[in-house]
Structures are given as C-alpha cells and as structure tokens.
C-alpha cells in the first residue's frame, strides 16, 4: 500500500506556511499599491485644481484674495466652481 501523502509532515507544514505568507504579502502590495495609486490621483486632482484656481483668478482677481480655504479644490469647491470628473 502507498502512504496518503506525498511529503512528511514536516516539509509540509514548511509547505503550507509558505504558501499562507505568499498569498498574505501578495494581498498586502495590491492593498499598498492601491493606496499609493489612490495618493498620486488625489495630488494629480489638487494640481487641477490650482490651475483652474489660476485660470478663473485671471479672469477674476478677487477669487485669489481669500486664503482662508487650505486647498485649491476646496477653494472652488467655497466658489461653487468644481472640477468636470469624465
């Protein structure tokens, strides 16, 4: 008769610990890339968003006077201005 398994249990446990750290690391880097990506688009978005500040304090000079909103999409947010997301 052959034995039910294949390694001893030692190489086996080793096996499956292994395994268990692999699919915990690879679940970590997607949840740590995800949250760097999700960091760039929010400074990408706030570049935007001084541009637009810049654009409409051009046009209008009294919309660069108030500093007291700390982000430049907050200030168009205070303008009722926001950024057209596609």
């Known amino acids: 008769m052959m034995p039910n398994k294949f390694f001893r249990h030692e190489v086996?446990?080793?096996?499956?610990?292994?395994?268990g750290a692999?699919?915990?690391s690879a679940f970590l880097v997607t949840l740590a890339w995800g949250y760097?990506?999700?960091?760039q688009a929010q400074g990408w978005r706030e570049t935007a968003c001084?541009?637009?500040?810049a654009d409409l304090?051009?046009?209008a000079p009294f919309v660069a006077r108030d500093t007291d909103v700390r982000s430049a999409c907050g200030r168009l947010d205070?303008?009722?201005v926001s950024l057209q997301t596609y």
């Open 78 to 80: 205070a303008l009722g």
């Open 36 to 39: 760097e990506q999700r960091k």
């Open 50 to 53: 001084a541009y637009r500040v």
């Open 57 to 59: 304090a051009k046009s």
């Open 12 to 19: 086996e446990v080793l096996l499956r610990v292994a395994l």
């Open 22 to 24: 692999m699919v915990t």
